[in-house]
């Protein structure tokens, strides 16, 4: 797609309507640790700071564009541990979760992956290509606290719940699940802190380039009973941890990089010293951030986001997010991303400087896909199976947002289900509304049949969001996915191909995973 | 037998069924904001079916009512059943009973066999052919209602100043010879009152210059709401002078108020995948079967006017259809209902 949008000019110009979607920064929000006190001086100083860093890092080559440098600036903070050394959990996965068999069988795979996963994986972490991305240390070191916000692990995990249930949760000697939700990985947790919807708490909607707007979501009704607002659930914690280090006398902890954090004071520390303890003080201080940063005009306030509800950006602050899409903010235009490359003939962040299409990585010759190629899937779920499941955002909630809530539930079947072609349906002799197994290779699940002649025949679509205690057994469409990552999401030291982190990373990719539906006997 | 006293003024809604993208936020709005109290869980005053399709209650459009060359016609009662919806489930059976994988969410209350929006994207044709759109469906405040008529003890009026269908609740008796003779079957029975309730056109709202909460809601600026006979509004504008709008079914007789504008849709493709330039997707006969004999009219004229814009010339239509302002939705009704503090006895 992007291929051919290149090659009919349909890109960096008004007009042309597609583009891809990508979420931008708030950079109020993401600096506000680091620039250490309140007010805005703080925060242009610390913007002061940040431009000269990346001025230093030009020092090489001053040939490097904004975008450039910002990248480089993250991969290095990635390095440094400035994003909190994140893995991409791929590495994971692979060594203690038991997908490394998986990724290994040839039927899985591409026909032209050449040799197995692997030596792969193996040479990809020898050339030092995830180095900053701590490839090895899972193969040390065993996880034994699962700590998630919103996450629902046992829902979202490609390849499914059994393999995280069987290898990971009996290493586990703690679970917490932060969330509004009462979700299945709730259900297999040790502790479950219910935190504030939205409404029940002040936040912003997704900064999505595609509004270009800080939406500011004020609280609307109070929590009820114990919820707490997750800022809320953070500091607690906090300070249950500074308290319980003094009574123990441990005074420093040492992380798994080898980094030493002082428990003392940390309540403190991490809130300003009580500055931003206070959630009103907290928003406003972020958005006359974002003002601070460029991303707002100068006097924006929640004051102001309140008499608007939404306030258009002006810029894109500092981060890589905002800054791809390579475009300015003006004030009356529709935005589209890349006009600083085709109308500035600003460079392209890529290896070549160009909007680059032709990898030459010896991996991506070898495979044949130096160019984009169609390639028909590989027969990860069973090559021999007759459906390709698909899936898609449903349209009732926001992904899994309230999906068990009544009300949504009554605006459609009110039970998981699935989309199917009306003559494999005929053919299967399966009704409209019955329950059916879905199967794949790696697992099965139950789930109702609704059947449309607007669905491909050969195809099967179930949305994604149902939590897995929606369906018979607690298996959803997650469990049949074989969670299988591309070798080529392995490729590093390549030019634009370079571990960020949230950004080029493996990841697994389960699209038309191949499927058997049967009728429940 | 209730009389039928005509309005100064009628509001009407207008649904672009090219922009109703099915999300059910007009739905929701009202559901949470009218029938959230006990015996009004299978109601939902205000939904949204794909088409074609068997709508709710099921298979309404067969169930009678309404009249025929003025003489009411009769109708059916449709069943708890036929309405379908009104689920509740087990959660806590699921969430706190220890029970584990041995129990899942299932529904213990309400319709097994239907729901309020049960047939969503189905549709009909044959794949790559397949159609459907999205129809939203409320009370039409109707100028010849034929549940006011029908009602025995007059607990059914139109109001004198805007022509929506009101229902006095201290009268209503719940006899239901309202949701009989009302061919679109808008009318639901409240059993813990003993009662029939309908839309009322989010009523206390429009007196207090707040839009009904289906259109201020709609995300996909598909909802007008207006006076038919205010000329500068979008509503009158697309009904009257463009008739781009079509009431649903207006050979049942009650002159409905919610008009429609309808769905266009892409050529078929040919068995070999080109392009069946002269083909129907969404077959005239089935629009003509909803929105009557002018329905290939109203496609024209939308058409025509598409091409106008491709073309760089001025639309009107167009322009109102696109609804650049959202505002532009409210037929003057724009006031912000959270500056209002509202009040059960009815004071702004
Ligand atoms: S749609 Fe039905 S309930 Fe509404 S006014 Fe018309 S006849 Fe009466
Ligand atoms: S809110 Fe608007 S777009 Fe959504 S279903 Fe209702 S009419 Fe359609």
């Known amino acids: 797609m992007a291929l051919l949008l290149g090659l009919t000019g349909n890109w960096g110009k008004q007009g042309t309507g597609t583009r891809s979607w990508a979420i931008s920064g708030l950079d109020g929000g993401s600096f506000m640790r680091q620039k250490g006190r309140p007010g805005q001086d703080a925060a242009r100083e610390w913007v002061t700071n940040l431009a000269k860093a990346r001025r230093m890092l030009t020092a090489d080559d001053p040939t490097l564009t904004l975008e450039m440098v910002t990248y480089r600036a993250a991969q290095m903070a990635a390095e440094l541990g400035g994003l909190g050394r994140m893995i991409p959990p791929a590495f994971l996965w692979y060594y203690q979760y038991g997908y490394k068999e998986r990724w290994n069988n040839p039927d899985n795979n591409d026909p032209s992956m050449k040799r197995t996963f692997d030596e792969y994986l193996n040479e990809s972490i020898d050339r030092g290509w995830w180095d900053s991305g701590l490839a090895k240390t899972y193969r040390e070191v065993v996880p034994r606290v699962l700590f998630e916000a919103g996450g629902n692990m046992l829902r979202r995990q490609r390849g499914g719940q059994r393999l995280l249930l069987d290898k990971l949760w009996p290493d586990l000697k703690m679970i917490v699940s932060v969330d509004f939700r009462m979700n299945t990985t709730g259900m297999y947790s040790d502790y479950i802190l219910p935190a504030a919807q939205h409404y029940e708490k002040m936040g912003n909607s997704m900064p999505s380039v595609h509004h270009l707007n800080f939406v500011l979501i004020d609280q609307a009704v109070d929590p009820p009973e114990d919820v707490l607002n997750d800022y809320d659930i953070g500091i607690g914690l906090v300070r249950k941890i500074e308290e319980r280090a003094a009574a123990r006398e441990m005074l420093q902890f040492t992380d798994r990089n080898g980094v030493q954090h002082d428990l003392r004071d940390i309540t403190n520390k991490l809130s300003m010293d009580g500055f931003l303890l206070d959630e009103e003080r907290r928003m406003d201080e972020t958005i006359k951030d974002d003002a601070a940063y460029g991303i707002l005009p100068p006097d924006s306030s929640l004051d102001v986001a309140r008499q608007k509800g939404a306030i258009r950006w002006t810029g894109w602050g500092l981060v890589g997010h905002g800054l791809g899409q390579a475009s300015t903010i003006k004030p009356d235009e529709t935005h589209n991303p890349f006009r600083w490359h085709t109308e500035d003939k600003m460079p392209y962040p890529t290896l070549t400087r160009r909007a680059q299409f032709y990898i030459d990585h010896e991996w991506f010759l070898e495979a044949g896909e130096e160019f984009p190629v169609h390639k028909e899937p590989p027969g990860h779920g069973g090559p021999a199976r007759q459906f390709k499941m698909t899936s898609g955002h449903n349209r009732w909630s926001i992904h899994s947002m309230n999906m068990t809530n009544n009300i949504l539930l009554n605006t459609h079947r009110g039970e998981p289900f699935m989309f199917i072609n009306n003559r494999d349906a005929e053919a299967k002799g399966i009704e409209n509304g019955e329950w059916v197994r879905v199967i794949s290779d790696v697992g099965s699940m139950q789930i109702t049949a609704k059947i449309s002649p607007s669905v491909r025949p050969g195809q099967v679509i179930v949305y994604n969001g149902f939590e897995p205690y929606m369906h018979r057994e607690w298996y959803s469409q997650a469990d049949v996915e074989p969670g299988h990552v591309k070798w080529l999401g392995l490729v590093g030291g390549y030019g634009h191909l370079q571990y960020r982190p949230l950004q080029w990373q493996p990841v697994p990719a389960d699209r038309a995973v191949h499927v058997d539906v049967e009728k429940v006997s | ?348």
């Open chain 2, 1 to 348: 037998m209730g009389t039928i006293t005509q309005s100064k003024r009628q509001l009407a809604w207008v649904f672009d069924l090219n922009k109703c993208i099915g999300c059910q936020t007009c739905s929701v709005a009202c559901k949470v904001l009218w029938q959230q109290d006990k015996g009004t869980e299978h109601m939902w005053w205000m939904t949204v079916n794909t088409q074609p399709g068997r709508g709710t209650p099921r298979d309404y459009e067969t169930m009678g009512g309404g009249y025929k060359d003025g003489v009411a016609t009769p109708g059916k009662l449709p069943s708890p059943e036929e309405f379908g919806g009104g689920w509740d489930y087990n959660y806590d059976e699921v969430l706190r009973s220890g029970k584990g994988r041995t129990a899942h969410l299932e529904k213990i209350a309400g319709s097994k066999t239907w729901g309020p929006n049960w047939d969503e994207d189905e549709g009909a044709g044959e794949f790559p052919n397949s159609y459907f759109f999205y129809l939203p469906r409320l009370c039409n405040h109707c100028t010849v209602p034929g549940c006011v008529e029908a009602c025995p003890n007059n607990a059914l009026s139109k109001d004198p100043e805007n022509g929506l269908v009101l229902r006095n609740e201290d009268v209503c008796q719940g006899a239901q010879m309202c949701a009989q003779a009302c061919p679109y079957k808008k009318i639901y029975f409240n059993p813990s009152l003993g009662i029939s309730q309908h839309c009322i056109g989010c009523f206390p709202r429009i007196e207090q210059g707040v839009a009904p909460a289906c259109v201020r809601q709609c995300p996909g600026r598909a909802a007008w709401i207006g006076f038919l006979d205010d000329d500068r509004g979008a509503v009158s504008k697309l009904v009257n002078k463009w008739k781009v709008a079509l009431p649903l079914h207006a050979e049942w007789g009650t002159k409905p108020n919610v008009f429609y504008v309808p769905p266009l849709a892409p050529v078929p493709l040919n068995p070999d995948g080109t392009f069946n330039e002269g083909g129907e997707r969404i077959p005239l006969s089935y629009l003509k079967s909803l929105f009557g004999e002018q329905v290939g009219g109203a496609v024209d004229t939308l058409k025509a006017e598409m091409d106008k814009r491709r073309r760089g010339e001025a639309s009107e239509v167009m322009d109102i259809l696109v609804m650049y302002k959202w505002e532009e939705a409210l037929g003057g009704f724009d006031r912000d209902p959270a500056e209002i503090v509202w009040s059960t006895n009815g004071a702004g």
